[in-house]
């Protein structure tokens, strides 16, 4: 179909669920562990554990040389860090992004937690992104296009004067991680020209992830080459799940 974009069958969509339902497990298990003194390094080795005991893979080891388990970024990080000896301490957010291979397909899917207490403009910062990920999905009909699920993120962040990370975005998820189409986090008055915004049709399996920022929306890498940070070191958040669209509404694949 236009934009590349793979149609799943109902099969494909019931092992997508069984992998999906191992990421969540898995999610499940590591935010159980989250506390002030664990490091980083035990919660990816949890993240593996959980994963392979349901006959799962972790899908982040290696691909395109990720060298852990799970995506670990703490504070000012935003996405793609990797786990470490550091320490969590009270008042940290930590964002645990998984993926599992079942059956060859991919699940995809993370949440913001709290270490401990944090600040009163963190606490919000993490809950409203969190429903601006569940606005996204509510946009996930037949019929609606692509930008419609941006469009839906934004207008509910944007009001806090949150900045809504534009380099990193959603995508199409199925027998790999990473498949057409990308999907922005905010609406096409911003996105570049020519940019493909097919509609949404039953079949199509999305994986939505808002990032957003307390601060500026810019970000950048570290020397390490994998941690995206706030350009401003202000705190982010990040919250995802692996959705289907399907006749009935949207089918949130990484939740039971
Ligand atoms: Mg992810
Ligand atoms: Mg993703």
């Given at each position: ?57 972790c899908a982040f080891k290696g691909l395109y040389g990720f060298p852990k388990n799970v995506c670990i970024s703490v504070n000012e990080q935003v996405v793609h860090g990797i786990p470490t000896r550091r320490k969590l301490v009270e008042g940290d957010l930590v964002k645990l992004d998984h993926g599992a ?156």
């Amino acid at each position: 179909m236009p934009g590349g974009i793979e149609l799943k069958t109902a099969d494909e969509i019931a092992y997508m669920r069984e992998a999906s339902l191992i990421v969540f497990e898995a999610l499940e298990e590591m935010q159980k562990a989250v506390a002030p003194g664990i490091t980083l390094d035990e919660l990816d080795a949890i993240g593996e554990r959980a994963t392979l005991k349901r006959g799962a893979v972790c899908a982040f080891k290696g691909l395109y040389g990720f060298p852990k388990n799970v995506c670990i970024s703490v504070n000012e990080q935003v996405v793609h860090g990797i786990p470490t000896r550091r320490k969590l301490v009270e008042g940290d957010l930590v964002k645990l992004d998984h993926g599992a291979i079942k059956h060859g397909f991919y699940g995809d899917s993370a949440r913001t937690v709290h270490v401990g207490k944090v600040s009163a403009e963190a606490a919000r910062l993490v809950e409203e992104t969190r429903l601006a990920l569940e606005a996204g999905i509510q946009a996930m009909v037949p019929g609606n296009r692509i930008s419609d699920i941006g469009t839906a993120i934004e207008a509910h962040a944007a009001p806090f004067g949150f900045g809504i990370v534009r380099d990193y975005g959603g995508h199409g998820i199925g027998k790999k991680l990473h498949e057409d189409p990308h999907v922005p986090n905010y609406g096409p008055a911003l996105w570049s020209r020519g940019q493909p915004n097919p509609r949404l049709r039953a079949g199509i399996v999305l994986a939505i992830e808002p990032m957003i920022n307390l601060g500026t929306h810019e970000v950048e890498v570290l020397p390490d080459r994998w941690t995206v940070v706030t350009r401003d070191g202000k705190l982010s958040s990040h919250w995802e799940h692996t959705i289907a669209v399907t006749d009935d509404g949207p089918k949130v694949l990484t939740r039971p």
